[in-house]
């Protein structure tokens, strides 16, 4: 039997895999293959971003395994909404928080598809900014103002740690080409 482009777009190539919870919720929503490839990008960077900072930063406290979740899953709104998948909105994010929720999801995790967007409230986390960090980044889209804020939550003093976010950004986003190549070769549609 022949995979169908959404499963092809969450097992191919070298990336990492999803959360098997965040895969399963993917492929019975029958989401889009673009979206799956999107939500495997923003992961797999994710993992890279959550590993350098816990390698940079160790005394900072945040939780990877829900990071790491919110990035596999950030994006799930989509699937209501999938011309938000080619176009601007975000009418996905409460959507998705929402999808997550009905999914037993539990809300400390279902909240990175609201929060994913809205990283300049004052009452972010880290993981919240990690993980819109993440959903940035694996583009090569540098937000100097994230990045600070993301510095502020290190408790580090900010030019050594604006040096170091720098270092591991630069070369996340070293890559984005082909990963945009890998998320575009996936249709917008099943």
């Not at 495997?40 to 945040?62: N, Y």
């Not at 980044?137 to 040096?163: D, F």
């Amino acid at each position: 039997m022949t995979a169908s482009p959404l499963e092809r777009a969450l097992t191919a190539s070298a990336l990492r895999p999803l959360p098997a919870p965040a895969a399963e919720l993917l492929l019975d929503l029958q989401a889009p293959p673009r979206l799956g490839a999107h939500l495997r990008l923003v992961h797999d960077v994710a993992w890279t971003l959550t590993d350098a900072l816990g390698r940079c930063w160790p005394t900072v406290p945040f939780d990877t395994t829900a990071v790491l979740f919110g990035a596999a899953s950030h994006d799930i709104g989509k699937v209501l909404h999938p011309e938000e998948l080619s176009g601007p909105g975000s009418a996905h994010e409460a959507a998705g928080e929402r999808l997550l929720l009905r999914y037993g999801v539990p809300q400390h995790l279902a909240r990175f598809a609201g929060t994913h967007g809205s990283w300049t409230a004052p009452d972010v986390t880290t993981d919240d900014l990690l993980v819109t960090l993440a959903d940035k980044i694996w583009k090569g889209n540098r937000l100097p103002e994230l990045e600070q804020r993301v510095v502020e939550h290190s408790g580090r003093t900010p030019w050594e740690a604006l040096i170091e976010l720098d270092d591991v950004l630069e070369n996340l986003a070293a890559g984005a080409d082909e990963r945009l190549a890998f998320q575009f070769a996936f249709p917008v549609a099943a």
